[in-house]
């Protein structure tokens, strides 16, 4: 994990087999920032989502005990949504590296489509 400070506060880029440890066990709630199409096509099982052009940082949900961690396809708008949430006053954000690139580069478990049938399917590289 690297750490940058922003406005004072810790902006957090996790790998993606780090997300993937914390949101296996619990401990994150993480958000995707990409289209709906893009998510609707292949997505990370668990993640929410909240599209970067209606991304409202009051609108996420309480920070309580899990961090939230944005992602989209390469770690660009993530990063910049992260940014944006701590200019709204979010002090415990954090973003995935590469994105979900980087997530099945890794060959972590997603959601895809079967092309067959249209149907979303468990991807298990």
Do not use: N, Y
Request: proline content about 6%; aromatic content about 4%; hydrophobic content about 40%.
């Amino acid at each position: 994990m690297k750490t940058e400070t922003v406005d004072g506060v810790a902006l957090e880029s996790w790998t993606p087999q780090e997300v993937a440890s914390a949101l296996e066990a619990g401990e994150i709630v993480l958000i995707d920032v990409r289209t709906p199409q893009e998510f609707m096509f292949e997505h990370v099982e668990g993640a929410m989502l909240m599209p970067m052009s209606g991304f409202t940082p009051k609108a996420l949900p309480g920070q309580g005990e899990k961090r939230i961690v944005l992602h989209c396809g390469s770690g660009v708008r993530s990063e910049k949504m992260a940014r944006s949430a701590i200019a709204a006053g979010l002090d415990r954000i954090a973003h995935m590296e590469g994105g979900f690139g980087a997530w099945k580069a890794a060959r972590l478990p997603h959601i895809g489509t079967d092309m067959a049938t249209g149907a979303p399917k468990k991807v298990t590289p």
